[in-house]
């Protein structure tokens, strides 16, 4: 179980980017971080996953305090950040420095599977399109089997088509294994396609505004009409969020 | 069917003798117009020279050099030149490489040594490494210690330069994926910093590598009796410059050669590199 009591971040130059950020996450859950720019929907992951300090309130996984990177956190990023110099297969093995041999190979070659990368693990980070390697970094952070995996807003560089696939891809990842997903993003339907719960935040401190769960089965039909209500109720209270700024 | 297959090989025929046409045009007439120059300067000095317009005694015609390059090489003279002035250079951009490399790794990774140190080592770079040359004879003697120092502080300078500034500009973004994985400290260093600093480094050594052959002839200048440097000095002292352009020529092609040595050697770790263009 991930918490969040009451974290606050204020930077150096004086700028607060979040206050009084409390929530709970459930072992398995999806939720969805939402909201303009200057919410503070990075400096929250960046908290969660131990890159920056809090300047008030924890973060706990499990009861343990997190305050550095932690064994089972991971963060994708909004670019995939992958190593030039290492191949396709080494970029996702880069979390198994002490794994070796066949063993190794093995959870590379299952990693890369399950994004459907298996035969391009001999090339290198250049030779990818977009898509495949953000497809990689995806590889590259489950592959140490995370219980938490926190995504910044991971495919909002990626075109249409290839951002409705990998969010399928996705999916498919987590009911295997279904780990925690706490997502940052911008994308509405991006959202509710992936999130059981929905947080809206506010700007200027950062903070929580509304929370909106999305009770519909997956994998979800956009087109639907309980889709079309769930996406209604978002958008007033995203509404409600750019009148508080 | 027929029809198709002829058309194919026609465009196929025609798309051949056009990228023949093109390396014809293009890259070899690139190289032919630099060599005109310098080919039509030489033809016309040996004309020049033969013909008795000019006497060619201190301007000595191509073929007079050659000659010279060649005595020097079927004596061995010339290798044995070589080798003492490859010793010395070897020997110097060895020591400057390695205090450079420790200099600006520390320099660039930590902050304090570089608030405390770079400036120092800026005011000294200031410094024309020539006017190093009584003191370091002072110091270390008229023999090969001091030629070997001067050398190394010539190769020092752009190494130093090379890392510390390589390592200040790694990019954030690349360093937070190392930390997301827990690495630190040393891990950090030789898993993300060593390999993103890498092509500058390979940089920053030809330029070093370059300035030590550009040093070994101010330290050979400073008293050898044996080496390249040597060989020049000693053509402008009994009058033979033949000699001397024989020298000019050796150092153009060793250091070229050594240069091109480096880039071989470390080209198969630099095949990840995303370049605008790849050196061929």
């Not at chain 2, 000595?60 to 070589?82: D, M």
């Amino acid at each position: 179980m991930l918490t969040l009591r009451n974290l606050g971040k204020t930077y150096a130059n004086g700028v607060r980017a979040l206050e009084g950020f409390s929530l709970t996450v459930a072992p398995g859950e999806i939720v969805a971080v939402i909201g303009g720019s200057g919410c503070g929907k990075s400096t929250l992951l960046r908290l969660i996953s131990g890159l920056d300090n809090a300047s008030r309130g924890s973060v706990e996984l499990d009861g343990d305090v997190v305050r550095q990177p932690h064994p089972l956190i991971n963060l994708i990023f909004q670019e995939p950040r992958l190593l030039p110099w290492l191949t396709v297969a080494n970029n996702v093995g880069f979390g198994l420095a002490e794994i070796e041999g066949e063993d190794r190979r093995q959870q590379i070659e299952l990693a890369l599977k399950k994004v459907g990368l298996a035969d391009l693990a001999q090339r290198w980070p250049k030779e990818l399109s977009g898509g495949q390697a953000q497809r990689v970094a995806i590889a590259r952070a489950l592959v140490t089997q995370p219980e938490v995996l926190l995504l910044d807003e991971p495919f909002s560089a990626l075109d249409a088509f290839t951002r409705a696939d990998l969010q399928d891809h996705l999916l498919g990842i987590w009911e295997e294994t279904r780990p925690t997903l706490l997502l940052v993003t911008h994308d509405i339907d991006e959202a509710l396609v992936l999130a059981d719960r929905v947080i809206v935040m506010r700007p200027w401190p950062g903070r929580i505004l509304d929370e909106i769960k999305v009770d519909l089965p997956r994998k979800r039909d956009r087109a639907s009409p309980a889709f079309e209500t769930v996406k209604r109720r978002l958008f007033k209270a995203l509404d409600a969020s750019l009148q508080h700024s | 069917m027929a029809d198709l297959a002829e058309t194919g090989i026609k465009t196929e025929a025609k798309t051949s003798r056009s990228v023949a046409a093109w390396v014809f045009y293009g890259a070899t007439r690139q190289t032919t117009a630099a060599i005109i120059v310098p080919v039509l300067g030489l033809l016309f000095w040996e004309v020049a020279v033969a013909a008795g317009w000019f006497s060619g005694r201190l301007m000595p015609p191509p073929s007079r050099v050659l000659a010279t390059l060649w005595t020097l090489l079927k004596s061995g003279e010339l290798f044995n030149h070589i080798g003492i002035t490859t010793a010395r250079v070897f020997f110097g951009f060895v020591l400057g490489t390695v205090t450079a490399t420790i200099a600006g790794a520390v320099t660039g990774y930590f902050g304090l040594a570089r608030r405390l140190i770079d400036p120092s080592l800026q005011a000294l770079r200031s410094i024309p490494s020539i006017a190093w040359v009584p003191l370091f004879i002072l110091w270390f003697g008229i023999f090969e210690a001091s030629k070997v120092a001067l050398i190394a502080v010539g190769v020092f300078f752009p190494v130093y330069l090379g890392v510390s500034g390589a390592i200040l500009s790694v990019d954030r973004k690349i360093v937070e994926v190392g930390r997301i994985f827990r690495l630190s400290g040393f891990t950090l260093v030789r898993r993300v910093m060593m390999p993103a600093v890498f092509p500058a480094y390979v940089i920053a050594l030809r330029s070093g590598l370059g300035l030590g052959w550009m040093f070994v002839v101010a330290a050979e200048f400073m008293g050898a009796s044996e080496g390249l440097g040597y060989l020049l000095v000693d053509g402008q002292q009994l009058g033979k410059p033949d000699q001397i352009m024989a020298a000019i020529i050796t150092f153009a092609i060793i250091g070229k050669v050594t240069d091109s040595l480096l880039i071989a050697a470390t080209a198969p770790f630099l095949t990840w590199q995303d370049s605008y263009r790849r050196e061929g």
